[in-house]
T-cell receptor, first 114, second 109 residues
């Protein structure tokens, strides 16, 4: 049981490049979400999904795209990377969108945009 | 807009020295308040969910309490392995979580 797996762990991009951060979970969780974590700030929600085929925007969605074609996978796409997107990105999942039984987080992707 | 403020930002403790972390919040209709632990280079790890004022939950040396405006995480007789950043989050009517910036706890042997 791997939990939530994120790849890559580290990435350096040039301004304007695009890339996809991968997230996969093997717990059959319906709810998945992406957060970014910046120094001195709390985790901020980028996008979330309550099930396959359903996605919605969070607090800071601009510059990011998501899709959910399967229950297991929830990739995050950076369309045209900007230095402001330098951050640590976390994927999280839970059995339901209430999260009352706790979200399971991946170990994160540290992204630097130069 | 839901807001969460955690204090202090950092806390240095001697092993065995009990202390408390504060999480103050404003939310439109609290559905749940959550505590997570985060180790360096790792994702947050779920600790507790509190639903209503007066509720308390315990796990080993940690005890979380909730009032209508704040929550406390009490660490009793901490050990070095309790060193981590502790995150507080609230969930309002919209189901989305709003996180605080966290309190980094360092416990010296």
């Amino acid at each position: 049981n791997a939990g939530v797996t994120q790849t890559p762990k580290f990435q350096v991009l040039k301004t304007g490049q695009s890339m996809t951060l991968q997230c996969a979970q093997d717990m059959n969780h319906e709810y998945m979400s992406w957060y970014r974590q910046d120094p001195g700030m709390g985790l901020r929600l980028i996008h979330y999904s309550v099930g396959a085929g359903i996605t919605d925007q969070g607090e800071v969605p601009n510059g990011y795209n998501v899709s959910r074609s399967t229950t297991e996978d929830f990739p995050l796409r950076l369309l045209s990377a900007a230095p402001s997107q330098t951050s640590v990105y976390f994927c999280a999942s839970s059995y339901s969108d209430s999260g009352w039984d706790g979200y399971t987080f991946g170990s994160g992707t540290r992204l630097t945009v130069v | 807009e839901d807001q969460v403020t955690q204090s202090p930002e950092a806390l240095r403790l001697q092993e065995g020295e009990s202390s408390s972390l504060n999480c103050s919040y404003t939310v439109s209709g609290l559905r749940g308040l959550f505590w997570y632990r985060q180790d360096p280079g790792k994702g947050p790890e779920f600790l507790f969910t509190l639903y209503s004022a007066g509720e308390e939950k315990e796990k080993e040396r940690l005890k979380a309490t909730l009032t209508k405006k704040e929550s406390f995480l009490h660490i009793t007789a901490p050990k070095p392995e309790d060193s981590a950043t502790y995150l507080c989050a609230v969930q309002g009517l919209g189901y989305k979580l709003s996180f605080g910036a966290g309190t980094t706890v360092t416990v010296r042997a």
